[in-house]
């Protein structure tokens, strides 16, 4: 392959070696006082698993991560080794959970990471890529039976076995915990059965979430709060993608979810600390989604809430791409609450109004009393064709933009008018174009910013 002929493929010299990835990253952490939890996804897909074929030959640019066990049991993925049936992002490659032989395989490289290394956990990643279990639900739309319920409950019981025996072998606690979608409804549906994991006291934390969110924060805060189970939230690249006037593809380039400045961030760590999350969890962008993300790398704001405080924010209507959940279920739209507004499915503006919500997490209140004004700013992302007007309100108070940038529209927002909690964003348009093309809105957000020292 042309892509990686600048490159040498060292795995086989640090084999060859003797080299333990796993053991020199818990000895990296160990010296720089890390704590070290493998992370094991059930059906981690990207651009470079597909099969080996005459056509992407072993160690070429699409097949150069394509796992062994998948060569020899082509009957064990969800398209039964039929190439021309990859699916979105690759789910056709997935292996299926209802083979034993796929479970066992699993359920060994879990128990063999815990019972030999120095580890300080061992989590189980459901939504490294899409969270696809069993083929039935990914294939036939069909929700997880008792059966399969139970099979994935014994799997992970099994494991979780394993890793106690590991907390006696090293005379310390070493935690369990899974990566989970962030709906106890969808989870039941894919194959989890995350209340009786609760219930049995089997996790030592959770981790909602990644590149789809169903629930605001405080669904999730108030289910753990039951339980007194900590959670973290996941923040994840969320693979919207948008063709903007630059002329290149990228994720909300104009008003980007994913930010080297950290607002969004910012934004979505101040619901989370009102929801009682115990941390975050910023999962590496690399999927090799088809987004520049070298260009945009996003800021790894810390989790602290004093810092928080006077963060600057961009609230969005939507952090992540919802409509990513039914890659692994089609149903899975019906467990989602929270609002929905994509780049890449942006709303149609051409039939009456569009009603959004927008939730702010600042409280304005108590930020004044500290001596504290932010400057509040509505941003839009809207295509306005010629011969149409757009009409903005927030919360009943109509806006005029103060500039217009390739597609977005920005608006002063007055401290009165911005609330802490929703905040309600109505567009409406009227005329008409000449060549009948249609208005839409595809992003909206509220930035809070708060004054910089010397003024700037």
Known sequence: SKYLDPYRNALPALKAAGTDPIKETVKWCRKHQKEAVVSLPLNFMQLHGKPISPKDPKGTWYSYLYPPFKQKNPGCLLNGGDENDIRWDYIGYCVDYDRADVMKKFTDIAVEIASKYDVDGVMIDFMMTNPVIF????????????????????????????????????????????????SVGYCKDIGIDLVAWLDTKMLDFVVFGGRFQLNPWKVTGDLMAKYGVPFYADFAPPGIYVGDDSGWVVDDEQL?????????????????????????????????????????????????????????????????????????????????????????????LAKGAVKLKINVFDDFAALAKSGLTPKVTLVTQMAIPSGITAMVTLNGKEMTPFRKRAGSQYYEVPLAVVK?????????????????????????????????EGGK
Request: hydrophobic content about 35%; glycine content about 6%; some cysteine.
């Open 256 to 348: 980007p979810r994913f930010t080297r400045d950290g607002k969004t961030n910012a934004a979505r760590i101040a619901e989370a600390i009102g929801a009682g999350a115990a941390g975050c969890v910023y999962t590496m962008p690399g999927h090799h989604e088809n987004v520049s993300t070298h260009q945009v790398l996003p800021a790894m704001v810390a989790f602290d809430k004093a810092a928080n405080r006077t963060a600057d924010k961009r609230y969005l209507v939507t952090y992540a791409k919802t409509t990513r959940c039914t890659y692994a279920y089609k149903g899975g739209m019906k467990h989602a609450t929270v609002e929905t507004l994509e780049s890449d499915n942006p709303a149609s």
């Open 135 to 182: 083929g039935s639900v990914a294939t036939d739309n069909v929700p997880a039976d008792a059966k399969q319920l139970a099979k994935l409950t014994a799997m992970m019981t099994t494991i979780k076995s394993a890793v106690d025996a590991a907390s006696q072998r090293l005379g310390r606690k070493v935690s369990f915990s899974a990566r989970v979608p962030d």
């Open 420 to 452: 802490t909690g929703a905040n309600e964003l109505m567009v409406k348009t009227k005329g008409a174009n000449k060549r009948k093309q249609l208005p839409e809105i595809s992003s909206a957000a509220i930035e809070v910013e708060f004054p910089k």
